[in-house]
Structure formats: C-alpha cells, structure tokens
C-alpha cells in the first residue's frame, strides 16, 4: 500500500530516531505501540508510476501509535539493482485519528516525501496535508500539497481504497486515485490530471508477507530507459514483520 513519511533535509535523522524507538533504546508510554518492517518489491510505483524505473527496491518503515490517536511514521526506499543504486526516497508523516462512533474513524495529517537525484537529475520533494475517512475496509482521502515535487505547484489528490479478507491470512485490496493540479500546473503535466489503480492481493506467513498486484494509470505512457513503456504492470513483493 503506500509509505508515509516526514523527513528532514536528508532524512537521516528521522530514520535514526525510529531505529533508537525500535531497538528499544529509546522509551516509549507502556500503552503505545510501535510495528516496523523490511522488505523487497519488484518495482517502486507511486500514483501508478514507476519511480525506479522498473528495477527492484528494499524497502524499511516503523510506525508509532498512541491511544489517544496520534501516530506517526517513517519510510525509506533504495534502488538495489543498476549502476545508482541507493537510496531513492525517505518519507515521514504524522497525523491524529479519531473514532466518530463504532463504524467511522476521521484522521488528519501531513506527509513529507523527499526523493534524491535518482528520480531526476536533481533532488525534489512535496509536503500534503491529508484528511480522510475509513469504515468497514473503505478508506478514502483527500491531500492538497502546495509543491508538488516542484515549487508552487499545487495539486489535489483523492484516493479510494477497499480491503477484504476472504479466508484465514488472506487479504485482497483495491485503490483508485485522481491527481488534479489547482495551481501552477507544469507545462508537460496532462490537461486532465493523472488517474490510477491497483488491484491486490496478500498473504501473511507468519511475520513473513507475500504480495502480488496490477497497477495501472494514466493518461499516456511512461518514459523511461530510453523508451516509451505501458503504465499496466505487475508488481510483487515480500515483507517481514518486526
């Protein structure tokens, strides 16, 4: 599903202090509650875009729940095969989730996203502040971010997801999601905005996960490599659980 993230400059501090918080050397309130994984996908999509150009990626994260609603998190990507390899991205968020009643929870937050020069021949990043709603497997929400992987860009992002488990450590998923831009819209941005999907499914092995998705988008096809590729594609991954 996604990373979340709030990061400095570099991220490297954030992350440190997640590893102290997950170690153990740090304290934390005997009612909160910390998850942490590591994991390898065969491709790093976002929004239904390739950022890694198709090429394998590790990832890490560790999130941090509090009863009283609040949570946080971090996220780091690297690029494993090729001649750059590193890391490509570090996230970090931090939100408030509040229960409505049985059957709605309401949660706000900002995310931060930092990419390096991996992604372009410069690094960029984008903040978005985030609203949203879940019930009963829906979730849906809604980011504005005034920089959108470019200064002054502004865009709007509403997503809608659904999760079911059929059986006993399976899980299916379903995401759809329409980016818009509202100010600044770069020249070689689409009239339209973008669009995109992902159909999934899991399986849990103990603390080990397994994962298979379709992910597609659009409009248009992607650039990468040195050539013109299909935005449909399947991605797959494995995870183990702290």
């Known amino acids: ?18 590893v102290l918080v997950a170690t153990g050397v740090v304290g934390l309130p005997a009612h909160a509650q910390v998850s942490a994984s590591i994991g390898l996908e065969s491709d790093f999509r976002f929004r239904g875009r390739t950022l890694s150009d198709s ?18 998190g971090a996220a780091a990507t690297a690029v494993i095969t090729g001649s750059d390899t590193g890391i490509l991205n570090v996230q ?6 509040k229960r409505v009643n049985s059957a709605l929870t309401f949660d706000v937050g900002v995310l931060r996203s930092q990419y390096t020069s991996r992604l372009r021949d410069h690094a960029v990043h984008y903040t978005e502040f985030y609203a949203g709603l879940s019930s009963h497997g829906f979730s849906t929400r809604v980011y504005y971010s005034p920089d959108y992987l470019t200064p002054c860009v502004g865009t709007f992002y509403g997503e809608l997801d659904f ?27 689409p009239r339209l905005g973008n669009y995109d999907w992902r159909i999934g499914v899991s399986r849990q092995l103990g603390r080990f996960s397994a994962n298979a998705a379709v992910v597609g988008g659009g409009p248009g096809q992607e650039y990468y490599g040195g050539e013109l590729h299909k935005r449909v594609a399947l991605v797959a991954g494995v995870r183990f659980a702290f």
């Open 1 to 18: 599903m996604g990373h979340a993230g709030a990061a400095n400059a570099d991220g490297r501090g954030l992350l440190a202090a997640c």
């Open 55 to 72: 090429r394998p990626v590790a990832t890490a994260d560790i999130g941090y729940d509090d009863t009283s609603g609040l949570y946080m």
């Open 92 to 97: 970090g968020n931090i939100g408030f989730a």
């Open 163 to 189: 999760a079911m488990s059929p059986a006993d450590k399976w899980q299916l998923s379903a995401h759809a999601g329409k980016l818009v831009f509202v100010a600044n819209r770069p020249a070689r941005a």
